[in-house]
């Protein structure tokens, strides 16, 4: 597939996730957050897909970043936030400016640990939502939004508002 036909996907991860390969592996398996990265872009690509990829441990710098990607020509986005999933309405707020389908994914079954893992605050603006699948979750969310962008799905939300 010819570069410039490439459709764009912002991969995003939010705070610790730099740590994958030395967290509990029984939750996060024992990829690096490079490692996985490598692999996804590589799946994407074969999608039709070229994947920028960001990582902050600071919530205003990922934030930011969201803020960035809002007025960018992506066509989806796939983010881990961490733990703050459980409980950043900056990031759910900025995540809501970003009007492409977007993926929620999570190495671990988050469902299935501790009961404040089981919240998400973002999970309404997520077109697709795959957890505790590792790095095969990830592959599924990039199938899910190869599918979603090629039938041109856009997310069920209104225009940001002047108020």
Do not use: C
Not at 109 to 135: F, N, Y
């Amino acid at each position: 597939m010819a570069g410039s036909s490439l459709r764009r996907l912002a991969l995003v991860h939010g705070v610790n996730l730099d740590m994958l390969g030395k967290r509990s592996r029984e939750h996060y398996g024992t990829l690096t957050l490079a490692e996985l990265e490598q692999r996804v872009a590589r799946y994407a690509r074969d999608r039709g897909f070229a994947t920028g990829t960001f990582q902050s441990n600071h919530e205003g710098v990922l934030v930011e970043h969201l803020h960035h990607l809002a007025g960018s020509d992506i066509d989806a986005l796939m983010i881990n936030p961490g733990a703050w999933t459980h409980y950043s309405y900056a990031i759910r707020d900025a995540l809501e400016l970003i009007l492409v389908p977007i993926a929620e994914v999570h190495l671990s079954a988050v469902d299935a640990r501790e009961e404040w893992r089981r919240i998400s605050v973002i999970a309404d603006l997520a077109t697709v939502r795959v957890a505790g699948k590792g790095l095969e979750g990830y592959l599924e969310a990039v199938d899910e939004l190869a599918r979603q962008v090629a039938a041109g799905r856009s997310p069920w939300r209104a225009e940001p508002s002047d108020e």
